[in-house]
């Protein structure tokens, strides 16, 4: 089965299954469907705003596209996630590539 039918098949069982969603995002982003990975991170972070994951992954995948004003949005939710949540790597990381950007 293919990766993407999977996850979907998970995620009709369970729409709530926020690996799922994350993966499937990934999913899209790695075959280059790059505006429908971004909406199911959208997706994603609008029912798990606590998933560090996602704001980083999203800011990266902006990034790669040349869109630095959103991908830099996305890095101050995603740090404001990582304070919330005392996830001090994804923080640090984050906070890297946010100084990266933002010069």
Known sequence: MDKIAGLKEILNIDPNNAFARYGLAMEYVNRGEI????AEFDTLLAAH???TAGYFMAAQTLAKEERVPEAIARLHAGIACARRTGNNHALSEMQG???????
């Open 49 to 51: 705003p606590d998933y």
């Open 97 to 103: 590539m946010l100084d990266e950007l933002d010069r």
């Open 35 to 38: 505006t429908t990975g971004l």
